[in-house]
């Protein structure tokens, strides 16, 4: 969302980085691809242009450095120590179709780590073969988040250079794709199909039965050749005729029982306009953009295994698998509990109005995360804490949610905040004075400097930190009879509890005592065991807290319904929004941030930690809860358990 109104800007605010983002990715002259400038040629191959030789890799020190260890990892190193590839190239592909989830953040730190680690890159390669899905919007807001991610994050996240080695597109590709098309067809290796779209699937057979061949099958190639060329001078129908690969019907395998190539589309492409209406299918643009990339690994997920013997065929029969012929690599897909990652269940969330948008902060996309106040290291330190393996696995969110924790601790500035206020009056304070505390602005790194915070006689506290009666003597935050101290102020006693009309709480008046100082016990004195934080009334500011949890109340949304619907196990409490106040000094330290660093969520001191929000104004300061202090949901299973 963006700004409310006209509002001003605050320095600080996450508003400051959105404008810099929506011209930063004009398009720009691309870098060609140099077809197997890493990789080694397949043997009997022809000889290319010889790559330039990279600096022997310490693959050893690698691992020390870099990722853990995982078998694609060995694959590589023993690739490089081989001498098969002088140095490794990646490439991340997504469809600009939608927006990035949790699953491409998890592809986008393998590629970019892979390659970061052994010396090699990455390109960033947008599989737009789809014109009818495709949208620029899309294209904008991947690059944005793979450059968030992947980016160099000792500066801002979204300022500096890509971290991707060239940008690309499949539409780049399409005359060579279509040349090789030509190929397979000249060489009796692919024909044109006149079967429908239905009988085509009729005539693939099933697993336990083998297909028939199409009665296109057979035609000359030369026949073939001229339907094809008028298929892309457009004057074929759509769903009349597709190009189809001739390989074997009976396979076991029913990627390869003659797969469609081409298909017919008379839809403007978002690039290439009216030039094209006919469209090569994944399987063939995938291969082929990788191999004219010069890709050496290509990581994808499990369910593209049995697209393997695919992917090779192709390149074994065209000159430009000749020239490089890329390894697939499968890796087990990311499951993580409490969310869904379904492209289309993450459209009917957004759809539907359950959600605010792709970016509302409990969606598990990239641009959700980051606007909640993920940090593009948290993310990378779940995706090392998940690893890269062939089984299939089943993440809890905790596993998340605990990064995002370990990540912060270290880094957050803290700042006192109440967002369930109390109105608490020390009544022997002398009156009008205010006192000003330095403390910490992290308590385990002075380097990060103090902040000042003043105090005075009216202080907020959280109405969960009272209670008239307390439970059991184990109770020791403030209560009638049991003093509590606010956190480096003073200790102060409850001795009465001023009500409305309906009893609810209104103020506390209490008394301090002037000798407990940042933390001092007097002799004599019991040492007060509770600590809570507090915010001066006189200067505290106005903030909105959206109190952000799980979207879904259930593990695997629908999977135990007979309907399967997901909307069902939505979590009611996913968000609860709270008015409350901060200390003033939040907001110095907001603006002291320099721009060339990346803005970092705040600890609210015994609360969580929150993130200024893209919407935030002077006139009403926004700030997300990005994760509690501890994991609440465990407790809430050992309940139920």
Request: proline share 7%; with cysteine; glycine share 6%.
């Amino acid at each position: 969302m963006g700004s409310h109104g006209a509002a001003p800007q605050r320095a600080g605010l996450a508003d400051t980085r959105n404008a810099r983002v929506a011209c930063r990715f004009a398009p720009r002259a691309r870098r060609r691809p140099i077809c197997c400038a890493a990789a080694t040629p397949r043997a009997g191959a022809p000889s290319s242009s010889p790559a330039q030789a990279s600096p022997a890799l310490d693959t050893a020190a690698g691992s020390a450095d870099g990722m853990r260890a995982n078998f694609i990892k060995t694959i590589v190193q023993n690739d490089i120590s081989s001498g098969k590839h002088t140095a490794i190239k990646t490439r991340f592909p997504p469809e600009p179709n939608g927006f990035l989830h949790l699953g491409h953040a998890k592809s986008i730190c393998l590629n970019f780590g892979l390659a970061k680690e052994f010396g090699g890159t990455t390109n960033l390669r947008f599989d737009d073969t789809n014109p009818e899905k495709e949208d620029e919007r899309y294209v904008q807001s991947i690059m944005t988040d793979v450059h968030w991610l992947a980016g160099d994050q000792h500066l801002d996240p979204l300022q500096g250079k890509e971290p991707w080695d060239g940008l690309f597109y499949a539409s780049d590709y399409f005359e060579q794709m279509y040349a090789c098309a030509e190929e397979l067809v000249q060489a009796g290796k692919a024909f044109v199909c006149e079967l429908t779209p239905e009988q085509m699937g009729e005539y693939r057979g099933t697993l336990t039965t083998p297909g028939r061949s199409s009665p296109s099958r057979d035609r000359p190639p030369s026949e073939s050749l001229e339907l094809l060329r008028r298929m892309r001078a457009g004057e074929i129908p759509e769903a009349t005729m597709t190009l189809r690969a001739k390989i074997d019907m009976t396979s076991s395998n029913m990627c390869m029982r003659d797969p469609a190539l081409y298909r017919v589309r008379h839809i403007p492409h978002q690039r290439t306009g009216d030039a094209w209406c006919i469209y090569p299918m994944y399987d063939f643009a995938h291969c082929l953009s990788d191999a004219l990339e010069g890709i050496t690994h290509s990581l994808c997920t499990l369910e593209f295994a049995e697209h393997r013997a695919l992917y090779d065929w192709i390149l074994d029969h065209t000159s430009v698998g000749a020239r490089c012929h890329p390894r697939q690599i499968e890796f087990s897909r990311l499951n993580i509990q409490y969310t869904v990652l379904s492209k289309r269940k993450l459209i009917t969330l957004v759809e539907s109005g359950v959600v605010d948008g792709w970016d509302d902060p409990r969606m598990p996309t990239i641009s959700g995360m980051r606007r909640r106040g993920y940090t593009p290291s948290a993310l990378r330190l779940f995706a090392e804490r998940v690893g890269v393996s062939k089984t299939e696995s089943n993440i809890d969110m905790s596993v998340l949610e605990d990064s995002v924790r370990a990540d912060l601790e270290d880094v957050a500035p803290r700042a006192f905040a109440v967002l369930e206020p109390i109105k608490l009056v020390i009544t022997n304070w002398p009156e009008g004075e205010v006192e000003w505390f330095e403390v910490l602005v992290h308590p385990k790194r002075p380097e990060m400097g103090v902040r000042r915070v003043p105090f005075s006689g009216e202080v907020y506290i959280d109405s969960s930190d009272f209670m008239q009666e307390p439970p059991n003597k184990k109770y020791f935050r403030l209560a009638p009879d049991r003093p509590v101290r606010l956190k480096f102020a003073y200790v102060v006693h409850c001795d009465d509890v001023v009500t409305d009309a309906c009893g609810q709480i209104v103020e506390l008046l209490c008394t301090y005592n002037p000798e407990t100082r940042a933390g001092n016990t007097p002799d004599g004195m019991k040492k007060v065991k509770g600590i809570i934080q507090w915010v001066s009334c006189a200067h505290g500011v106005p903030i909105t807290v959206r109190k952000y949890d799980r979207l879904f109340s259930t593990p695997w949304p629908g999977k135990e319904r007979p309907d399967g619907d997901f909307l069902k196990d939505l979590n009611p409490d996913s968000l609860e929004v709270a008015q409350g106040f901060a200390e003033p000094s939040l907001f110095d330290t907001a603006s002291a941030q320099h721009n060339d660093t990346p803005k970092l969520p705040y600890q609210f001191e015994r609360v969580g930690y929150f993130f200024e929000d893209a919407s935030s104004t002077l006139e009403n300061v926004v700030f997300n809860r990005v994760v509690t202090l501890r994991d609440t949901w465990a407790q809430k299973d050992d309940s139920q358990s």
